[in-house]
C-alpha cells in the first residue's frame, strides 16, 4: 500500500510531507486504528529518501500520540484524530481536591488540538523514575510535578529542556528549565505576618509537617517567621496522641490533619478561634464552610493551571512565581 507522495515544488520538508500524507490516509479512511504502517525502509527504497527522513517524519507522529511503535513488528495507527498537534505527559505526585482545580483550570485553557495524559508518582522515587524513562520521547511536551523526590533531576534531565515544564515546587538542580512554581519559604513567611496580630493573641504556633510529602520551604519559613517575630512554636511529625491546649495555633498542610484536630479540639472541649486557632495550607470551598470557616494560606491553583495551559500553547520557555495570601475567616 502505499500511502506516501511528494510534491518536489511544494517547498514542504519531504519529512513533513510524509506526516502529511499519512495523516491524510487517515483523515480519508485509507488507514484506521490498528493497521500497520509501511516500514522505514519500504518507504525510504520506494521513494528514494534517506532513513532518517521517514525516522522524523514517524517520530513526530509517535510524539503526538498518532502512530506507536511495536518493537520487532513496525509502527501502527494509534490515534486517529489527526488534528492532535501536541501530546502532553504530565506528571503529578497526587491529585487532591486544589490540584484538581489545578488540573480541570489546566485543561480547559488548552485548545482542541493537544492531549494530555496525567500519571502519578506517590513521592515515591521508584515509581517517579520508571515513569518518566518509560516515556521518554513519546511526548510533544513534558509537566512534572518532583514534589520532594530525591535526586529529581536525575531523570528530569534525561527529558529534552525545550519541551520540559516544573510545576508547583523547583530546586537550583532544576531552575534552568521553565516553570510555574510556588515560593514555599516565602509565602508561608508572608502569609503568617498577615495574620500575626491574631497569632499574638494565643501562645504558641504548632506546625503538622511530613517531611516525606511537604515541601521543606514551608517549614523552613515556618522557623524563620517564628524566630524572627519571638513566637514559642513546635513542629509535630503526626497528631497521634496529641491534646491541644488553650493557647494553641495549629497549621495543618493535609485535609486529614485538619479534620483530625478539629476533632481533637472538640474532644477537649475547647472551642475553635476563642480556645483554638487554625490556619489550613491550600483552599478550598470545603475550607469556606467548614466550622464556619477556615483560615488558610493558598496559591491560587485555577491561575496556574491557566498559565501553565499558555505557556504551553504559546511555547514560552519562563519562569513564573505563583502569587500566595492568607484568606481570612473565622478559625482564627
Do not use: W
Not at 73 to 78: A, D, Q
Not at 196 to 213: A, G, P, W
Amino acid at each position: 500500500m502505499n500511502i506516501v507522495s511528494f510534491k518536489e515544488k511544494s517547498g514542504q520538508p519531504k519529512y513533513k510531507q510524509i506526516v502529511n500524507s499519512i495523516e491524510k490516509a487517515i483523515a480519508n479512511n485509507v488507514l484506521k486504528k490498528g493497521d500497520k504502517l509501511p516500514s522505514l525502509n519500504i518507504i525510504r527504497d520506494t521513494h528514494k529518501v534517506s532513513r532518517d527522513t521517514v525516522l522524523n517524519a514517524f517520530n513526530e507522529l509517535k510524539n503526538r500520540g498518532i502512530i506507536h511503535s511495536i518493537v520487532g513488528k513496525g509502527y501502527y495507527v494509534l490515534n486517529e484524530n489527526v488534528e492532535v498537534s501536541k501530546k502532553i505527559f504530565l506528571l503529578f505526585d497526587e491529585l487532591n481536591s486544589f490540584k484538581e482545580d489545578l488540573y480541570a483550570a489546566f485543561l480547559e485553557n488548552l485548545t482542541k488540538e493537544v492531549e494530555v495524559d496525567i500519571y502519578f508518582h506517590h513521592f515515591n522515587s521508584s515509581i517517579f523514575n520508571k515513569l518518566i524513562n518509560d516515556n521518554l520521547g513519546k511526548y510533544t511536551h513534558y509537566i512534572i510535578m518532583p514534589a520532594n523526590i530525591n535526586n529529581a533531576s536525575f531523570s528530569i534531565n534525561k527529558l529534552p529542556e525545550e519541551k520540559l515544564f516544573i510545576l508547583d515546587q523547583t530546586s537550583n538542580e532544576l531552575k534552568k528549565y521553565a516553570s510555574i512554581y510556588q515560593n514555599f519559604e516565602n509565602d508561608i513567611h508572608k502569609g503568617l505576618f498577615t495574620a500575626l496580630h491574631k497569632i499574638r493573641k494565643y501562645h504558641k504556633l504548632i506546625l503538622v509537617f511530613s517531611s516525606i510529602k511537604q515541601p521543606l520551604g514551608i517549614k523552613q519559613g515556618f522557623i524563620n517567621f517564628c524566630s524572627q517575630y519571638n513566637i514559642e512554636s513546635e513542629i509535630l511529625n503526626s497528631l497521634k496522641d496529641n491534646t491541644p491546649e488553650k493557647g494553641d495555633v495549629y497549621i495543618t498542610l493535609e485535609d486529614k490533619d485538619l479534620i483530625k484536630v478539629i476533632k481533637q479540639i472538640k474532644e477537649n472541649k475547647l472551642i475553635i478561634s476563642k480556645d483554638v486557632g487554625i490556619i489550613s495550607y491550600n483552599d478550598t470551598l470545603l475550607k469556606e464552610v467548614v466550622e464556619n470557616g477556615i483560615t488558610t494560606i493558598s496559591t491560587d491553583f485555577n491561575y496556574m493551571g491557566k498559565r501553565l495551559a499558555q505557556m504551553i500553547l504559546d511555547d514560552e520557555r519562563i519562569v513564573i512565581e505563583n502569587p500566595s495570601k492568607l484568606i481570612f475567616r473565622k478559625s482564627i
